[in-house]
């Protein structure tokens, strides 16, 4: 009897450690700990977020808050077609909605004032440099981190898929490529999920973005 009791008392004793030791590592900053960091800003990617054009897009942001709505362009030149609008979903429902991000579909985008739709998607290869099939920009930066719309424009022809719509919409949310990351791998590393460079037509978020994403928002 007073054997079992002791037990108990020292049970406590070590879940009460473990308790401040879980404190002690979350004051000191080392809870979390991502294979690698790579949420802008990063050691190597710092220079700025700012409204850009898509022929003279040059800065990394990040999206200005955790509501992340979006929009995908239902007519004239960038219109996404049928099988573009269901790779833009699903990268939205099965990779970001999981996430600590709240992803909703704003059917009724804003394009002016200080909540604009946060993410423009487009289909089309006009000002896409010839090296990628898609890319991210910002146009409406709201400091030097953050940006309160961005556009995704994506070729056309088999280059819209799930994996690209992932690694692109990584970019609005702040997304950088290995390079970067810190510490920095290489834009091959399969950790890196979607934001590997080339990206496979069906990759996924994975776990190293994910942990980016729910320690930034
Ligand atoms: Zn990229």
């Not at 007519?75 to 099988?83: A, H, I, Q």
């Not at 010839?130 to 920009?137: A, E, I």
């Not at 834009?187 to 934001?195: I, V």
Request: include cysteine; hydrophobic fraction near 30%.
């Amino acid at each position: 009897m007073l054997t079992a009791f002791a037990d108990k008392i020292a049970a406590r004793i070590v879940g009460f450690c473990a308790v401040v030791l879980i404190a002690l590592a979350a004051t000191a900053g080392i809870a979390w700990a991502a294979y690698t960091d790579n949420m802008y800003p990063t050691q190597y990617a710092n220079a700025g977020c700012f409204s850009e054009e898509p022929n003279a897009r040059q800065s990394t942001c990040r999206t200005d808050n955790a509501t992340l709505t979006y929009y995908m362009d239902s007519g004239g030149e960038f219109e996404l077609e049928t099988p573009d609008r269901d790779d833009v979903r699903a990268t939205m429902s099965s990779d970001y909605n999981p996430t600590d991000l709240s992803v909703s579909y704003d059917s009724t985008p804003s394009f002016s004032g200080s909540a604009e739709t946060d993410i423009i998607y487009q289909e089309g290869s006009a000002d896409i440099p010839s090296s990628v099939d898609g890319m991210t920009w910002c146009n409406n930066a709201s400091d030097l981190d953050k940006c309160d719309q961005q556009y995704v424009r994506i070729r056309g022809a088999g280059s819209y898929t799930r994996g690209l719509a992932c690694h692109e919409t990584g970019h609005a949310v702040g997304l950088v490529h290995g390079n970067v990351s810190s510490p920095m791998k290489t834009n091959t590393d399969t950790r890196l999920g979607c934001m590997v460079t080339p990206v496979g037509s069906t990759t996924s978020l994975g776990s190293n973005n994910i942990e980016n994403i729910n320690n930034t928002y």
